[in-house]
Nanobody, 115 residues
Framework: QVQLVESGGGLVQPGGSLRLSCAASGIDVRLYTMAWYRQSPGKQRELVAKITTFSSTIYADFVNGRFTISRDKTKDTLYLQMNSLKPDDTAAYYC?????????WGQGTQVTVPS
């Protein structure tokens, strides 16, 4: 059974940094397209960053060079390094894996950047 477990969220001051982790079990993170999404209250879930099986990376426009998605094949873990955080980055962040026709989601980790 595939399971994704996020960690690393928290409260950080504007301009600060966080590194989110997504521990995957039941899959090899190198073999699937994986992504980070986020959702704020009252808003739709939106893509933050994606990494393909060819290690190509795609970022949302709002990232603007502040975030980096990566994965560690030895730990089967996906990461999101977030720098220069802003209050608008406040959201629940979710790990996602596309496995065939299935979208697998983690439970989310909350990031809060006070204004």
């Amino acid at each position: 059974q595939v399971q994704l477990v996020e960690s690393g969220g928290g409260l950080v001051q504007p301009g600060g940094s966080l590194r989110l982790s997504c521990a995957a079990s039941g899959i090899d993170v190198r073999l699937y397209t994986m992504a980070w999404y986020r959702q704020s209250p009252g808003k739709q879930r939106e893509l933050v960053a994606k990494i393909t099986t060819f290690s190509s990376t795609i970022y949302a426009d709002f990232v603007n060079g502040r975030f980096t998605i990566s994965r560690d094949k030895t730990k089967d873990t996906l990461y999101l390094q977030m720098n220069s955080l802003k209050p608008d980055d406040t959201a629940a962040y979710y790990c996602n894996a596309i496995i065939g026709a299935h979208n697998i989601w983690g439970q989310g980790t909350q990031v809060t950047v006070p204004s």
